[in-house]
């Protein structure tokens, strides 16, 4: 890698930048999503809940040395 095989990750594991190559992943904003739920739960419980949200969350790539340039041809 990263010559003839490109490798993504998904969730930025601990492991991903201790791997050999590093690996390219996405990382999640898991305090963020964390906090989402754990507002909706109480917001659940105190009666509160009303009608469902949706939520988006903003993922961030994480770019190791697993993957390369395109190439053409």
């Avoid at 601990?14 to 898991?30: E, F, G, K, W």
């Avoid at 509160?48 to 770019?63: I, K, M, S």
């Amino acid at each position: 890698m990263p010559g003839d095989l490109s490798v993504v990750g998904y969730d930025d594991c601990y492991l991903a930048a201790h791997s050999n190559p590093p690996l390219t992943t996405v990382r999640q904003p898991i305090q963020e999503m964390g906090a989402a739920v754990a507002e909706a739960l109480w917001r659940q419980l105190e009666g509160h809940g009303g009608q469902v949200r949706d939520y988006l969350f903003t993922p961030e790539l994480v770019a190791g040395e697993s993957t390369g340039r395109l190439r053409h041809g």
